[in-house]
């Protein structure tokens, strides 16, 4: 199972961290060791000062792709769920590359996946800390959809049946602090939950 993402996919969310959308889609590798489901803990490690959440749309691949056309590639998607791309954003400033910074174990909770999967660009998601909304994103906003993230990473990868795509982060992110709960959904499908503790 390979869980890809999806980097600066909403204007808002680039800008806000001082960067620019990418001319094409810009991809990286969450390890499958991160993922934790809801309820159980995101440990903050030693290793950073500050750890953001980034609530996200994430789809689950039923069907291969390889060298795929957009519109085989929204057939394929099976399900989507709600997904947390937690980052220690110290250490993706840091290292210039952003494997330890999203790697850390606890640092992908996904929610239950949901088949009720619906057009791929009416699809909203919603993160909240304590109770209180800090993200709201709509799949019409991405700059890439999700057809054309899923045709072009088949271009570089071949996509198999498990396989999960994160699709990007709607403005919002911020730090997360021990004691605090924090939830990300997919409105109306598929929800996640988690506590946050010292690590």
């Known amino acids: 199972m390979k869980l890809l993402c999806i980097g600066r996919n909403y204007v808002a969310h680039a800008r806000e961290l001082g ?67 937690v980052t220690a954003r110290d250490l993706q400033k840091t290292d210039g590359q952003w494997t330890r910074a999203k790697g850390f174990d606890t640092f992908c909770p996904i929610g ?33 959809s999700i057809p054309f993230l899923l045709a072009y990473a088949s271009r570089v990868m071949t996509l198999e049946p498990g396989d999960i795509v994160a699709t990007g982060t709607p403005a919002g992110v911020g730090p997360l602090a021990p004691g605090d709960v924090v939830e990300v959904e997919v409105v109306g499908r598929s929800r996640v939950s988690n506590p946050v503790v010292e690590g």
């Open 19 to 85: 960067n620019e959308v990418p001319a094409e889609p810009l991809m990286f590798f969450k390890p499958e060791s991160s993922i934790i489901r809801s309820g159980e803990p995101i440990v903050l490690p030693h290793e950073s000062s500050r750890v953001e959440y980034e609530g996200e749309i994430a789809v689950i691949l039923g069907s291969r792709l390889r060298h795929a056309s957009e519109e085989e590639a929204a057939r394929a998607v099976r399900a989507v769920a709600a997904l947390n791309d």
């Open 112 to 144: 239950e996946p949901s088949e009720d999967v619906g057009p791929l660009d009416q699809l909203e998601v919603v993160t909240r800390v304590n109770g209180e909304e800090r993200q709201r994103g709509h799949t019409s906003q991405l700059a890439f």
